[in-house]
């Protein structure tokens, strides 16, 4: 006879081990989709504006403008390649790209605000599109949950 209750409770402490070991594995996997997505959250964003520091390090401006959406062939509407010059060239008072850094990001809906410091105690800001990851200045009130319009 007790052969014939030897067996019993095996099944269900084998499948209380399933269960804990499936537990302990989603957990697992929700912490590190957690620290995954952190980490890489905005990394093509952060990518392209450092990459725009670096056109402007190696003075390639038209590849500048080209990262704005603008061409010299094309200009934009309202940032002609001259007005890009005069906030981003050699006479501009962000000259200095080699001692300019990624500073700080923050992330929205839409895109990224990427803080550059040049080392002069202004920073700059720059909005990166997530969509076609175009550069250009930041528009603030974007990410401010505080910014209410003004309705007329």
Known sequence: MAGYLEG????????????????????????????????FRGYRQ???????LEH???????????????????PCRDYSFERFLDDWGPKSPRADSQSARVKQTKYC?????????????????LWVESKDLTVGFAPWPVCNP????VTQ
Do not use: N, S
């Not at 996997?29 to 620290?35: D, E, N, P, Q, S």
């Not at 402007?56 to 094309?74: D, S």
């Open 56 to 74: 402007l390090r190696k003075k390639e401006y038209a590849a500048a403008y080209q990262q704005w959406g603008c061409t010299p062939a094309h």
């Open 46 to 52: 952060k990518r392209q504006a450092a990459q725009f």
């Open 109 to 125: 809906d839409h895109g990224v605000i990427v803080t550059l410091d040049f080392g002069k105690g202004e920073d700059t800001l």
């Open 8 to 39: 019993y409770g095996a099944g269900d402490e084998r499948r209380e081990k399933i269960r804990k070991r499936i537990v302990i594995w989603a957990l697992v996997l929700v912490i590190a989709a957690g620290v995954l997505y952190f980490a």
């Open 146 to 149: 505080m910014y209410r319009p």
